[in-house]
């Protein structure tokens, strides 16, 4: 990333910075004298579907629309960190410059993954940078790092980020839990309306984490939960039933608490159910 292209990036003009309640959302970049939904991005350049090509845009005015719902993957955001910088000119200091790492990790293959930044501080105001995530493998972590410079003084502020993947907002680790659960609630409920009979689906949820703990040992294992799915597919006490390492079952618990179900369908009606998820575990190569 070039600090040219960051530096372009910061005379977005954000017409729709997300409250503290977030919402689903779309990315709009003004393309003529009409918005268009960028689909993916190349560094800090944000580029649209014409004629089913992805071009790179050539506006500079973007937008954050609200939407349905989320994209029903789930990306694990891990080890974030946030920070400024400040330049010292003469005897002063201005904080001109924002920070931002974190590491993505997914249970699937993704392509055209790209995050926004959302910046609402006390002296730039509110601003908005795009950067390209590009392609997440299956339990490959991806390291990403975004230097953010300000053309004035940061100051106070919160931020928030948005991940996309072709273009649609996807669920995240980095979303507050109620917020994240209020938007499942929502996309279960219209998935399984008008239904009759349905079985039990898992809709949405990261794999486990293989434990940190046995990596140096590089043991397989398996690991075997129990847990109620409530109507609203919700997981409700999980508990593990055998692990060939306690640091098995840990972890599968970890990622059943993130999951939600289509719950099963009888009548008309979600009912609850009770059900055994085995997983196996297979070190990093």
């Known amino acids: 990333m070039t600090a040219g292209g960051i530096l372009a990036m910061a005379l977005l003009l954000v017409m729709g910075l997300a409250s503290q309640l977030r919402a689903q959302n779309l990315l709009y970049v003004e393309e003529g004298q009409k918005l268009c939904l960028v689909r993916s991005a190349r560094g ?15 506006g500079d005015r973007f937008a954050l629309k609200k939407t349905e719902e989320f994209l029903p993957m789930f990306i694990s955001v891990r080890d974030v960190e946030v920070w400024t910088t400040y330049l ?21 293959r993704l392509d055209d993954v790209f995050i926004v930044l959302d910046l609402d501080t006390e002296s730039a105001g509110k601003v908005l940078f795009l950067h390209e995530i590009g392609r997440l493998e299956p339990r490959d972590p991806k390291p990403v790092s975004l230097d953010v410079p300000m053309t ?16 649609v907002e996807v669920l995240h680790s980095g ?3 109620g917020e994240r659960e209020a938007a499942l609630d929502r996309m279960v409920a219209k998935r399984i309306a008008g ?25 397989k294992g398996q690991a075997l939960v129990s847990l109620r ?11 593990v039933k055998s692990a060939t390492d306690p640091a098995f079952g840990e972890a599968a618990l970890a990622a059943v608490r993130l999951w939600r179900f289509l ?3 009888e009548s008309g009606r979600p009912v609850e159910t009770t059900v055994e998820m085995p997983f196996d575990f297979t070190p990093y190569e």
């Open 88 to 108: 010292h000119f003469k005897e002063s200091a201005i904080n001109n410059e924002f920070h931002f790492k974190a590491k993505f990790e997914t249970p699937y």
């Open 263 to 265: 719950p099963r369908v």
């Open 175 to 177: 979303i507050p839990f």
């Open 195 to 219: 239904v009759q009979d349905a079985p039990l689906q898992v809709f949405v949820g990261p794999n486990p984490d293989y434990p940190a703990a046995l990596l140096k040992a590089k043991t």
């Open 229 to 239: 799915v409530d109507p609203r597919g919700r997981v409700l006490e999980p508990a």
């Open 44 to 58: 800090t350049e944000p580029y649209i579907k014409v004629d089913g090509k992805l071009i790179p845009a050539s």
């Open 152 to 167: 004035s003084k940061i100051g106070p502020g919160h931020y928030q980020f948005h991940l996309f993947v072709g273009g």
